[in-house]
């Protein structure tokens, strides 16, 4: 019996990721319910546990892959890939009044380029305080700290080994859980409250997850306008992380 059971999931594997997934994500809002009373988002709760997982399968198989490496999850892999997730990122934009868009304007397009170069300058010098100082390795640690999507991006544009590679998508994921965690508890001191601010956050912050996370905590209903620029803020990112930021990186540091 338990052999038939375990030949149906790993014929039918997307659907055993979403089951996976979907207990995981009903668990993480319990705890964040039960626990925290909703002041840490379930969506955050659901990213911890994830990682953890994930480490914990890579450890047991001696894997690349954390929980696809298991022969019955390995249907996490294909949901966790980039149609998927490409998919569900262009997919938050459905909820957007583009009258709402309109009213950001230009703060809308200033949030863009301020948050891209603040993480980068950031990202890019904590690369240099812990003795990363050529330009690819910090264009692309820098780069992660600006999304986890455009420090891989910009990697493998620029030949960046695979170790300065995974410290880029590390930093980036650091940076969606602490957005994720930290919005509820500012929103009410920065003014996070309608659609025109959530837009400019979006646009400061960047990490589509970690703003949809965090505003889902915050206001549903501005989820959409965070991450719709937020979804901006990572095309941009992608653009100039290979070309302008690591040109002036170059620059500065001399080669």
């Known amino acids: 019996m338990f052999d038939l059971l375990t030949d149906v999931l790993v014929k039918n594997g997307l659907l055993t990721a979403f089951a996976v997934v979907g ?28 990682l953890a997982l994930a480490y914990a399968g890579g450890v047991s198989t001696g894997g690349h892959k954390g929980l696809a490496d298991i022969k019955l999850l390995s249907g996490i ?38 948050g891209v170069l603040l993480s980068f300058v950031v990202g890019a010098a904590v690369a240099l305080a812990f003795g990363y100082s050529d330009a690819v390795s910090m264009t692309t640690i820098g780069a992660g700290a600006v999304t986890y999507i455009v420090g891989p991006v910009t990697g493998a544009a620029l030949g960046a080994n695979s ?68 979804t901006f803020y990572t095309g941009l990112g992608c653009l100039m992380g290979p070309s302008v930021l690591f040109i002036a990186t170059r620059a500065l540091m001399g080669g």
């Open 23 to 50: 207990a995981t994500i009903w668990v993480s809002y319990w705890l964040s319910r039960i626990l925290t009373n909703g002041r840490l988002h379930g969506s955050a709760i659901a990213i911890m546990i994830g």
């Open 163 to 230: 170790d300065v590679m995974a410290l880029s998508i590390a930093a980036g994921l650091v940076k969606s859980v602490l957005v994720m965690i930290g919005t509820p508890f500012m929103a009410p001191y920065i003014g996070l409250d309608n659609p025109r601010s959530a837009m400019v956050f979006g646009g400061l912050m960047g990490t589509t997850s970690g703003v949809a996370g965090g505003l889902a905590a915050t206001d549903p209903k501005l989820v959409p306008y965070g991450a719709m620029t937020a």
């Open 77 to 114: 892999g294909f949901m966790g890939g980039a149609m998927l997730r490409d998919f569900a990122i262009v997919s938050t934009a459905f909820g957007v009044s583009f009258g709402e868009i309109r009213k950001a304007g230009l703060s809308g397009v200033v949030s863009l380029f301020t």
